[in-house]
């Protein structure tokens, strides 16, 4: 049980911003809110995480609700080379990753 | 530092046969995992170990086992390969913790004929 919901695919136009939803509306306190992605043919790649402020790094922005029930990851020029599945998870102490099906990424060029 | 390595990177195998996967992180992390993914769908955990020595099931166990005999190698082994572990593997090693990210592997390639 991945315990998040997320859009099965979207799609979006090179150059232009995508926000990738993600529902997670039982979160606990403690959870964190971890967003991986994993390209064409490799292994997963940790994108960013955040527990309740927004986040941002070189790669992406972690937008959280205020009620943390919900959360956004904000690319804010997709390229090709973001084209790739999006894993929305969350973690709690020790627990290892639950990875759901995610959300496919499609950018046209 | 060349993070997480799995050997070896593709195999085929005749059902009943058996092999061992290798995991080696340089990272000195304690946490390490074992995930397989089918076709179209996300990984799921196999084994994972929270240190050297230590090993625990995780979601889909059955017709696998595993060893941690040292911090930074973690094997899979499948001691009768069937048709239904044909599958990609992947390796991933963390600090522990909500907080920590997983850092993967590159994947094996398994096909089981």
């Known amino acids: 049980d991945a315990k998040t919901t997320q859009p099965n695919s979207m799609e979006s136009n090179e150059e232009e911003p995508v926000h990738l939803p993600c529902n997670h509306s039982t979160i606990s306190g403690t959870d964190y809110i971890h967003w991986y992605r994993q390209l064409p043919s490799q292994g997963p790649e940790y994108v960013i995480h955040?527990?309740?402020s927004n986040v941002n790094n070189r790669m992406a922005s972690l937008a959280i609700a205020e009620d943390r029930k919900s959360s956004t990851l904000i690319l804010h020029r997709a390229t090709l080379r973001d084209a790739a599945v999006y894993y929305c998870?969350?973690?709690?102490?020790?627990?290892?990753?639950?990875f759901g099906k995610g959300t496919r990424l499609s950018v046209i060029a | 530092n060349a993070g997480v390595t799995q050997t070896p990177k593709f195999r085929v195998l005749k059902t009943g046969q058996s092999m061992t996967l290798l995991c080696a992180q340089d990272?000195?992390?304690?946490?390490m995992y074992w995930y397989r993914q089918d076709p179209g769908m996300g990984l799921r955990l196999i084994h994972y170990s929270v240190g050297e020595g230590t090993t625990a099931k995780g979601e889909v166990p059955d017709g696998y086992n595993v060893s941690r005999l040292k911090k930074q190698n973690f094997l899979l082994g499948l001691e009768s390969a069937a048709p239904s572990q044909t599958s990609v593997y992947f390796c991933?090693?963390?600090?522990?913790?909500?907080?920590?990210?997983?850092?993967f592997g590159p994947g094996t390639r398994l096909t089981v004929l």
């Open positions: 990272m000195n992390h304690e946490y």
């Open positions: 991933a090693s963390s600090l522990g913790g909500a907080y920590n990210e997983q850092f």
């Open positions: 998870i969350r973690c709690s102490g020790n627990t290892p990753l639950v």
């Open positions: 955040g527990l309740t």
